[in-house]
């Protein structure tokens, strides 16, 4: 597949890229090979191949989600720059 000057840009731009003159062969040949080798890979068969969802077959042993309250209010409250007796006060950022 050929990519073109315009294409290029355009996919700078979507990738908020900036691509310099001296650069801009390079990177056309290699995309162009990207492209070449997604080509070959969607010749192949993959009929009846199951989708991969993990790389291994190791399975996480997550802890049990225990909720417990490890600092109290008035010690959460007393590193705050501005604060009541039960919020931390913020500037205003929504008109």
Same mark, same amino acid.
């Given at each position: 597949?050929?990519? =073109?000057?315009?294409? $290029? ?7 908020r $890229? %900036?691509?310099? +003159?001296?650069? %801009?062969?390079?990177l056309?040949?290699s995309? %162009? /090979?990207?492209l070449?080798?997604?080509?070959? $890979?969607n ?7 199951? +989708? ?15 909720? /417990?309250?490890? $600092? /109290? ?5 007393s590193?705050? +720059? /501005?604060? =009541? =007796? ?5 500037p205003?950022?929504?008109?």
């Amino acid at each position: 597949m050929k990519i =073109d000057h315009e294409a $290029l840009q355009k996919i700078a731009h979507l990738a908020r $890229l %900036e691509v310099k +003159p001296e650069e %801009e062969a390079a990177l056309l040949t290699s995309m %162009e /090979s990207v492209l070449t080798w997604m080509e070959q $890979l969607n010749e192949l068969d993959t009929e009846g191949v199951e +989708p991969l969802t993990h790389v291994t077959d190791a399975v996480n042993n997550w802890r049990e989600d225990v909720a /417990s309250n490890t $600092l /109290s209010r008035e010690e959460g409250l007393s590193n705050a +720059p /501005s604060h =009541d =007796d039960t919020y931390i006060k913020v500037p205003k950022v929504i008109e």
